[in-house]
């Protein structure tokens, strides 16, 4: 007596599929190292001696070299008028390898984007760097770098309210002593906030208003919004459906959501192996059955 060969293959096919749907990994985290915006001098290096190159050089090796092991770190390379000073700074939820990876990509895309000028910044999703010769004029710790807006507008009554809200919780989070970095969702708005590292709590507070206010000018009604200023820089988006699972890079939630997929997926898997051994069974017994009835 054989087994009914198409209805049992489709069943493990079906069993199988399940089970490999449940074991596919969450979707992958944004990617961090995508260019948010650049910023280049129009002065280039006046360098017969390379001694300018020498200390740019000197200083992005000594950043890359920390940012495996933090999140922030500040230099200067280089003496008197030819000094060059720097930073980096890390998103707060990049581990400390996506930290060293995103800071190790810059260097070369200030290259192709800026050339050997004197003071340039390069931010991606995240991380960003820059860096100036000493001697030149540095902007306002609040100075509005960049911007995007949403090209859609909020049609809900009392989104300003939600928005507005939101962007509030970054500043409370900050000036409750979080860091310099915020993260949350309030009223279906996501929004983040960060300060550079070594900025004092109120310095950050006040850059982070000053962002704040910025924002709500500069995007009015959109549904996300995105302002970077000198020191500080701050984004929101709206999900009038509630905000969905995002998979941070840092691998907390997306854990959360990929356990959840396995466990759904398991169960499932489990249901319908219970419900092709049942139809197989059934089957066995309808032929025993009618082998039985023709002895």
Request: hydrophobic share 35%; net charge positive.
């Amino acid at each position: 007596m054989g087994l009914p060969t198409k209805q049992f293959s489709l069943c493990f096919t079906v069993s199988m599929i399940t089970i490999l749907v449940g074991q596919l990994p969450a979707s992958g985290a944004a990617d961090y190292t995508n260019l948010v915006f650049k910023g280049c001098a129009n002065q280039k290096f006046q360098d017969p001696s390379a001694i300018y190159t020498r200390n740019l050089k000197e200083l992005f090796d000594a950043l890359l070299a920390q940012s495996s092991q933090k999140s922030f770190y500040k230099r200067t390379s280089g003496d008197g008028q030819t000094a060059i000073t720097g930073l980096y700074q890390c998103r707060g939820d990049l581990t400390t390898s996506q930290c060293a990876t995103c800071v190790g990509k810059i260097p070369e895309t200030v290259e192709k984007l800026c050339g050997k000028v004197i003071a340039a910044r390069v931010h991606f999703s995240g991380c960003y760097l820059k860096y100036e010769l000493v001697a030149f004029k540095q902007v306002s710790e609040t100075e509005l770098l960049y911007k995007v807006c949403g090209s859609n507008q909020a049609s809900e009554a009392g989104f300003e309210e939600k928005r507005d809200s939101a962007l509030n919780a970054i500043l409370s989070g900050i000036q409750n002593g979080n860091g310099s970095f915020y993260t949350g969702e309030n009223q279906s708005v996501f929004v983040l906030g960060q300060c550079e590292g070594d900025l004092s709590s109120g310095a950050c507070g006040s850059c982070v208003k000053s962002a704040v206010e910025s924002v709500k000018i500069q995007c009015g009604d959109s549904i996300s919004g995105q302002v970077y200023l000198n020191q500080c820089y701050i984004t929101y988006s709206y999900y009038p459906s509630g905000v969905p699972v995002i998979s941070s890079t840092s691998g907390t939630r997306q854990h959360t959501q990929r356990t959840a997929a396995i466990a759904v997926g398991g169960v499932a898997a489990f249901g319908f192996l219970v419900v092709c051994l049942l139809f197989v069974k059934s089957l066995v017994k309808k032929r025993r059955g009618k082998s039985e009835g023709w002895n």
